[in-house]
């Protein structure tokens, strides 16, 4: 399980791969200016609930994989996870859809 951390304050845990991809979905939204929301749900470990933050081009932003090799980039659950942002409440984890057609790219 890899770590997303917000600010220095706010973090959660993820699987490498789902972490893999929030990292390309954020970093092209942050990096084309967008500030959006990022809500995921808390585990019922930590109290349940959900919590959501304000992810915009100057925040301080941690992404810690616990595995030492990068995965392979699933472009149809980039395009998925893109779409979640690109909305009005924002980006949110979505099942990985089935692999799609397209050459597998390698997350560096």
Do not use: C
């Not at 706010?10 to 954020?26: M, W």
């Not at 942050?30 to 109290?47: A, C, M, N, Q």
Request: proline share 7%.
């Amino acid at each position: 399980m890899g770590k997303f951390i917000y600010e220095g304050g706010v973090r959660n845990e993820f699987e490498d791969r789902l972490l893999a991809h929030l990292q390309v979905v954020i970093g092209n939204k942050l990096r084309r200016g967008e500030p959006f929301y990022f809500v995921w749900k808390d585990d019922i470990s930590t109290g349940g609930g959900r919590t959501a933050v304000w992810l915009h081009p100057r925040a301080n932003l941690v992404f810690k994989f616990n595995g030492g090799r990068p995965p392979a980039v699933n472009r149809a659950w980039l395009e998925a996870l893109m779409s979640t942002a690109n909305s009005p409440t924002g980006l949110y984890v979505v099942p990985e859809p089935a692999e799609d057609n397209l050459p597998a790219a390698t997350f560096a």
